[in-house]
Nanobody
Framework: QVQLVESGGGLVQAGGSLRLSCSAS????????VGWFRQGPGKEREIVAR????????DYRNSVKGRFTISRDNAKNTVYLQMNSLKPEDTAVYYC?????????????WGQGTQVTVSS
């Protein structure tokens, strides 16, 4: 069993930065791939970035490439999402999810989400 808790959201002006954290407790978190997702108002949930268990493989959706960076510190059971050059369209609730296999279609565990609001 893995419990995930997101933090670091908030209100920021366009062009600003935030760092989200996904902290895990429970099972062996270092064995899990992790994805960051977001769901904007009236939109479906979409994946933003994902990282494999070691941190050696990462992937991003096109709209955040060059602005967002996903990383992990397995010693701290935490995955981060550094978000720079934020845009109003990045406004959403951000969630982290964990699954055993990198690239999985169904994530086994989810956090409760953290709100990110980018003002213009």
């Amino acid at each position: 069993q893995v419990q995930l808790v997101e933090s670091g959201g908030g209100l920021v002006q366009a062009g600003g930065s935030l760092r989200l954290s996904c902290s895990a407790s429970g099972s062996i978190f270092s064995r899990y791939a992790v994805g960051w997702f977001r769901q904007g108002p009236g939109k479906e949930r979409e994946i933003v970035a994902r990282i494999n268990w070691s941190g050696g493989i990462k992937d991003y959706r096109n709209s955040v490439k060059g602005r967002f960076t996903i990383s992990r510190d397995n010693a701290k059971n935490t995955v981060y999402l550094q978000m720079n050059s934020l845009k109003p369209e990045d406004t959403a609730v951000y969630y982290c999810g964990a699954c055993v296999v990198y690239g999985c279609n169904v994530y086994d565990y989810w956090g409760q989400g953290t709100q990110v609001t980018v003002s213009s």
